[in-house]
Structures are given as C-alpha cells and as structure tokens.
C-alpha cells in the first residue's frame, strides 16, 4: 500500500479530497487510477474509499503553487463517476472552488493577511481565474462564523468568491448558440424551449413546468424520481450534442458526466 496526503474539506454543498499536484503522476491514465481507487469508485456505495455515494461528494481538489506571478495557484477540478471508470475534468465546480482558498493558505502556498487572505485562483479547466476572499484574522483560517445556506446543516464563516470575466468557460461565448432561447427535440418526450449560458460553466436552462415540476421541489423529492433524473439526464444529453461536448445523447453520462 503507498501513502497519499490528502485533505478533505467541503466547500458550499459539496464535498470533496484535495491533493498537492506534485504528489500525484503527470500521467493522466495514472492518475485517473488513483483518483478513482482514492473514492471508492466504480461502486454505488464507495464502500472501500473516500467517496460519499452521490456526485456532490465524489470531487476531487487538484491544487499546486503558481509558478508565475498572475495568480497565486493552480487549481483543477476532477469529478469521479461513483459507478463508473471514469474521471471527468469537463469544467468546474463552484462549490469545490470556494474551498480551494483554505486548501492552500492551510498548505503554505499563499501568504496570510489580515483580516482577509485574497487567494487568486486559475482554474485549468476553464482556464478561467477566480478571486477567493478567506476570512484570516489574527493570521490563521477563521471556520466559525454565522454564515449560513440551503442544503448544509449549521453555520459557518463565509467565503466569497468573484471569477474573472466568466463568460465562454468552455465555449468562448457567453451564449454558446448566440440565441436567448433554443428548441431542443427530446427523443421519446417532446421539444422544448430552452437557454444556453455559458458563464463559469456551460448551463441548459429549462422551464419547470416543461417537466411536470412547479420548481419548488426540494433535491430529495427530484432525487427520489427515476424517471423525472432519466428524462432529465436526456434533456442534459441532448444539450450537451447541441454544445459539440459529445456526438451521441445515451453517452453523455460517461462522456460528459459534468457538463452541461
């Protein structure tokens, strides 16, 4: 067995292990390995690592020290397939990004100051930067505050991101099709008027009432539904062939599992 450090931190309402990038192989086949192995992954419980059984919970944090002076880290997001051997780096994730800051001040990559560490963020992904504001007083980390949202249990300091011209993370355009709305022809369902926004990541916009939901639903009662998370996963799948990710809508959950 060979030792890898690691963090697990959460960040907004998901979870993930962050990892040092020199620790890891520059071989992506190799690194994928030990990404999934480190989860638990192929396997819908993730019994046997750290992986949590649901996608909010099966992230990892790639993050090193900047080598230039643009921005103090580099930051790479990589989310596991729980039941699959897969590891996607199609775009990022906003919870995650929120705890990359404490990641590296915590590991000594940035310099504190107080009362708030600025941590410049560039994502690999998106190749996109981010600003993350920590709260640093007395020079250290400060994880206690009143600070609260939907989906996470208790309160806690707040983390306040801004990301630098974030339109086109992966398109280059802030609406992929230069159109408001599009019609997207759901195989088996019906067409349906929607919006494409590209802005930090690629989004598909639909109408809740276009999937017999009023748009108050909490996420157990969706989650709960495995035909509504099918129909929805078509809708994405169709999406994502629209925005030239993959050429096949069935295949969207391995081949672009993150995005849109």
């Known amino acids: 067995m060979k030792k890898l450090e690691c963090s697990i931190f959460r960040g907004g309402t998901s979870k993930g292990v962050f990892i040092d990038k020199n620790n890891l192989p520059s071989e992506k086949e190799k690194c994928d390995k030990i990404l999934l192995s480190l989860m638990g992954s192929p396997d819908i419980r993730q019994i046997d690592g750290l992986g949590g059984a649901t996608s909010t919970t099966s992230k990892v944090a790639i993050v090193s020290k900047a080598e230039g002076s643009d921005y103090d880290v580099d930051y790479t997001f ?79 300091s707040v983390i306040k991101l801004a990301f630098k011209e ?33 802005s930090s990541n690629p989004l598909v916009f639909i109408k809740a009432e276009d999937v017999n939901l009023n748009g108050t639903e909490l996420p157990e009662e969706i989650d709960s539904s495995k035909e509504l998370l099918a129909l929805l996963e078509k809708i994405r799948g169709v999406a994502a062939v629209k925005l030239g990710f993959i050429s096949d809508y069935r295949k969207s959950a391995e081949e672009s599992p993150g995005v849109p």
Do not use: W
């Open 166 to 198: 974030p339109a086109g993370s992966m398109t280059g355009k802030l609406l992929p099709t230069g159109n408001v709305t599009d019609i997207l022809d759901i195989p088996d369902y019906k067409s349906l008027e929607v919006s494409f926004v590209d």
């Open 78 to 156: 990589a989310q596991v397939s729980i039941d699959k051997d897969i590891v996607s780096y199609k775009g990022n994730c906003g919870n995650i990004s929120s705890a990359v800051g404490p990641y590296a001040i915590e590991k000594g990559m940035v310099e504190i100051t107080s009362p708030v560490t600025v941590v410049r963020i560039y994502n690999t992904n998106t190749k996109k930067i981010i600003y993350s504001h920590v709260e640093t007083p007395n020079g250290e980390i400060n994880y206690d505050g009143d600070f609260s949202i939907a989906g996470v249990p208790g309160k806690s």
